[in-house]
């Protein structure tokens, strides 16, 4: 599912149009890219937590030609699933 039919199915669900779907979806993730930059987590009850973590900067190989490159330090985005998300998956 791509973020239009996303939008599409919310709007269906919700009995609201997909321009306001798409402007409050739009405001969620901006807001929860911002929170997570700042450092701090954004917890979705059941759902999951968005957060971020620290990478060192570390040796590797280019797979072509077998080169060490220098991999700089970096911060990545996580997401750790919730309790209530995952079980749901795993029902039968």
Same mark, same amino acid.
Request: charged share 30%; hydrophobic share 40%.
């Given at each position: 599912?791509?973020?239009? /039919?996303?939008?599409a199915?919310?709007? /269906?669900?919700?009995? #609201?149009? #997909?321009? /306001?779907?798409k402007?409050?979806l739009?405001?969620l993730?901006?807001?929860?890219?911002?929170?997570?930059? /700042?450092?701090?987590?954004?917890?979705?009850?059941g759902?999951g937590?968005?957060?971020?973590?620290k990478?060192e900067?570390?040796?590797?190989?280019?797979?072509?030609?077998g080169?060490?490159?220098?991999?700089?330090?970096?911060?990545?985005p996580k997401f750790?699933?919730?309790?209530?998300? #995952?079980d749901?998956?795993n029902?039968?």
């Amino acid at each position: 599912m791509n973020k239009t /039919e996303l939008i599409a199915a919310v709007a /269906e669900s919700a009995g #609201k149009n #997909k321009a /306001e779907v798409k402007e409050i979806l739009d405001a969620l993730t901006a807001q929860i890219v911002k929170t997570v930059k /700042e450092g701090d987590e954004v917890a979705l009850l059941g759902f999951g937590t968005f957060k971020s973590a620290k990478r060192e900067a570390r040796t590797g190989r280019n797979p072509a030609t077998g080169a060490e490159i220098h991999i700089p330090a970096c911060v990545q985005p996580k997401f750790v699933a919730g309790k209530l998300f #995952k079980d749901a998956l795993n029902t039968k």
